[in-house]
Protein backbone atom coordinates (compact mmCIF):
# COMPACT_ATOMS: atom_id res chain seq x y z
CA UNK A 1 0.00 0.00 0.00
CA UNK A 2 2.64 2.31 1.30
CA UNK A 3 4.50 1.65 -2.42
CA UNK A 4 1.40 2.80 -4.25
CA UNK A 5 1.32 6.19 -2.74
CA UNK A 6 5.25 6.58 -3.08
CA UNK A 7 4.55 6.08 -6.62
CA UNK A 8 1.94 8.35 -6.80
CA UNK A 9 3.49 11.19 -5.27
CA UNK A 10 6.64 10.70 -7.14
CA UNK A 11 4.72 10.62 -10.62
CA UNK A 12 2.74 13.78 -9.25
CA UNK A 13 5.82 15.35 -8.18
CA UNK A 14 7.50 14.81 -12.22
CA UNK A 15 4.43 15.85 -13.66
CA UNK A 16 4.13 19.27 -11.62
CA UNK A 17 8.23 19.51 -12.18
CA UNK A 18 7.64 19.39 -15.85
CA UNK A 19 4.42 21.57 -15.99
CA UNK A 20 6.59 23.94 -14.47
CA UNK A 21 9.51 23.43 -17.29
CA UNK A 22 6.89 23.80 -20.10
CA UNK A 23 5.52 27.33 -18.51
CA UNK A 24 8.60 29.13 -17.35
CA UNK A 25 11.83 29.54 -18.66
CA UNK A 26 14.29 27.25 -18.39
CA UNK A 27 17.42 28.86 -19.60
CA UNK A 28 19.13 28.71 -15.57
CA UNK A 29 18.29 24.84 -15.37
CA UNK A 30 15.07 22.65 -15.53
CA UNK A 31 13.34 21.81 -12.25
CA UNK A 32 14.11 18.18 -11.61
CA UNK A 33 12.71 15.57 -8.69
CA UNK A 34 14.89 12.42 -7.54
CA UNK A 35 13.31 11.24 -4.87
CA UNK A 36 15.30 8.98 -2.64
CA UNK A 37 14.41 6.50 0.00
CA UNK A 38 16.32 8.00 3.59
CA UNK A 39 15.38 5.58 5.84
CA UNK A 40 12.98 2.75 5.85
CA UNK A 41 11.72 2.23 9.62
CA UNK A 42 9.68 -0.97 10.02
CA UNK A 43 6.28 -0.91 11.35
CA UNK A 44 5.08 -2.59 14.30
CA UNK A 45 2.57 -2.06 17.21
CA UNK A 46 1.62 -3.85 20.78
CA UNK A 47 -2.00 -4.04 22.25
CA UNK A 48 -2.68 -1.79 25.08
CA UNK A 49 -3.13 -5.08 26.67
CA UNK A 50 0.02 -5.76 26.74
CA UNK A 51 2.25 -6.21 30.39
CA UNK A 52 4.93 -3.46 29.63
CA UNK A 53 1.94 -1.32 27.96
CA UNK A 54 -0.04 -1.41 31.28
CA UNK A 55 2.81 -0.56 33.05
CA UNK A 56 3.73 2.19 31.71
CA UNK A 57 0.12 3.69 31.70
CA UNK A 58 -0.01 2.21 35.56
CA UNK A 59 3.49 4.46 36.27
CA UNK A 60 1.96 7.34 34.28
CA UNK A 61 -1.21 7.65 36.37
CA UNK A 62 0.90 7.08 39.48
CA UNK A 63 2.66 10.44 38.50
CA UNK A 64 -0.53 12.17 38.59
CA UNK A 65 -0.78 11.82 34.90
CA UNK A 66 -2.63 10.46 31.82
CA UNK A 67 -1.58 8.13 29.41
CA UNK A 68 -2.08 8.92 25.89
CA UNK A 69 -1.68 6.18 23.64
CA UNK A 70 -1.54 6.09 20.05
CA UNK A 71 0.89 5.54 16.53
CA UNK A 72 4.12 6.63 15.38
CA UNK A 73 7.49 6.31 14.02
CA UNK A 74 9.63 5.67 16.76
CA UNK A 75 12.68 3.59 17.88
CA UNK A 76 10.13 0.86 19.21
CA UNK A 77 9.26 0.12 16.08
CA UNK A 78 12.40 -1.79 15.14
CA UNK A 79 11.98 -4.22 18.21
CA UNK A 80 7.64 -4.11 17.82
CA UNK A 81 8.80 -5.24 14.07
CA UNK A 82 10.97 -7.81 15.54
CA UNK A 83 8.10 -9.16 18.07
CA UNK A 84 9.75 -7.73 21.06
CA UNK A 85 7.84 -6.12 23.56
CA UNK A 86 8.72 -2.41 23.75
CA UNK A 87 6.68 1.03 24.36
CA UNK A 88 8.04 4.82 24.00
CA UNK A 89 7.06 7.09 26.45
CA UNK A 90 7.75 11.00 26.31
CA UNK A 91 9.44 12.62 29.64
CA UNK A 92 8.23 15.84 29.15
CA UNK A 93 5.43 18.16 26.89
CA UNK A 94 6.10 19.40 23.94
CA UNK A 95 5.74 20.73 20.18
CA UNK A 96 6.84 21.64 16.79
CA UNK A 97 8.94 18.40 17.09
CA UNK A 98 11.75 18.73 14.48
CA UNK A 99 11.17 22.43 13.44
CA UNK A 100 13.13 25.51 14.11
CA UNK A 101 10.63 26.38 16.58
CA UNK A 102 10.47 23.12 17.98
CA UNK A 103 9.91 23.04 21.86
CA UNK A 104 9.69 21.52 25.57
CA UNK A 105 9.10 22.29 29.02
CA UNK A 106 12.21 21.97 31.09
CA UNK A 107 10.74 22.20 34.22
CA UNK A 108 8.80 18.14 33.67
CA UNK A 109 11.85 16.81 33.19
CA UNK A 110 12.35 15.31 36.33
CA UNK A 111 9.50 13.78 36.74
CA UNK A 112 9.55 12.45 33.29
CA UNK A 113 13.07 11.16 33.87
CA UNK A 114 11.33 9.19 37.39
CA UNK A 115 9.04 8.01 34.89
CA UNK A 116 11.80 6.38 32.60
CA UNK A 117 13.68 5.05 35.58
CA UNK A 118 10.57 3.33 37.33
CA UNK A 119 9.58 2.04 34.07
CA UNK A 120 13.25 0.80 33.56
CA UNK A 121 13.27 -0.70 36.83
CA UNK A 122 9.51 -2.29 36.45
CA UNK A 123 10.71 -3.67 32.67
CA UNK A 124 13.99 -5.23 34.48
CA UNK A 125 12.13 -7.68 36.87
CA UNK A 126 9.39 -8.55 33.85
CA UNK A 127 11.97 -9.57 31.64
CA UNK A 128 13.98 -11.39 34.53
CA UNK A 129 11.15 -13.16 35.09
CA UNK A 130 9.39 -11.58 38.43
CA UNK A 131 6.51 -10.28 36.59
CA UNK A 132 7.90 -6.98 36.87
CA UNK A 133 8.70 -4.64 39.78
CA UNK A 134 5.82 -3.86 41.85
CA UNK A 135 4.38 -0.08 40.81
CA UNK A 136 5.17 2.81 42.89
CA UNK A 137 2.53 4.35 45.22
CA UNK A 138 2.27 8.13 45.69
Given at each position: ELDKIVDTFTRLMREAAEEENRARSTSQGRIEVEVKLIGDRPFGQI??????VQAAAALVQSFGMTPVYGLSSTDANIP?????PA??????EGGNAHRTDEWITPELLPKGLQH??????WAAGWLG?????????R
Open positions: PISAPILSRGIVCIGITLLALTWGGGGAPTPK
